[in-house]
């Protein structure tokens, strides 16, 4: 290959390593794309459930401290909550008005009333009472969330809003729709 021949296939070589090269220094490796994100093991389990409730309810049970996503056939996702302190519980119906990744919380009035301590607010991370996410119910102050206090998790111990584990909220936050109906009963 003499001449301008020689050149083109020169310039041709150069540009296909060229792009090989950029291909694969900008390109996600096989091994990562191979490999789905694991979602955290959740300690909802599908169980019978008796109501006459659409897909995708909420059904907040106090007394067994208890929350059911309505899957419909006569089956519900269960998770363990926690549960409002007895002079904070309310039974009613909401709906899920927000949905909220990595929440920033904001403490009410009366919390920061009988806790003078608490910040304005906290924004994200280990520290946040409201966890990885949350779901806000209604107009009022009341949510679904995950915790920085898994141990609280099937107790009485909360201002009235619904605490799961932070893996659960998460894998609910992914079930759930705005508007979804919330029902809390005792």
């Excluded at 208890?66 to 909401?94: H, S």
């Excluded at 304005?120 to 779901?135: D, E, W």
């Excluded at 909360?158 to 894998?171: E, K, T, V, Y």
Aim: hydrophobic share 40%.
């Amino acid at each position: 290959m003499d001449g301008m021949a020689g050149i083109r296939m020169k310039a041709a070589f150069a540009s296909i390593a060229a792009a090989a090269f950029l291909l694969a220094a900008f390109s996600e490796p096989a091994a990562a794309r191979a490999r789905p994100e694991a979602k955290p093991k959740t300690n909802g389990e599908i169980v019978e459930f008796d109501g006459d409730y659409a897909r995708g309810t909420i059904v907040v049970r106090t007394d067994e401290k208890r929350l059911y996503y309505v899957l419909g056939d006569g089956q519900a996702l269960r998770y363990p909550v926690a549960v409002g302190e007895p002079r904070f519980q309310w039974t009613g119906e909401l709906w899920v008005s927000s949905k909220q990744m990595n929440p920033t919380w904001r403490p009410t009035a009366r919390m920061r009333r009988e806790n003078p301590g608490l910040p304005v607010s906290m924004g994200p991370g280990p520290r946040n009472p409201l966890g990885q996410r949350a779901l806000y119910l209604g107009w009022g102050e009341y949510r679904i969330h995950g915790t920085n206090a898994p141990h609280t998790v099937g107790s009485a111990a909360s201002s009235g809003c619904f605490r799961m584990h932070n893996a659960d909220a998460i894998d609910l936050f992914d079930r759930v729709h705005i508007g979804a109906p919330v029902i809390v009963l005792q």
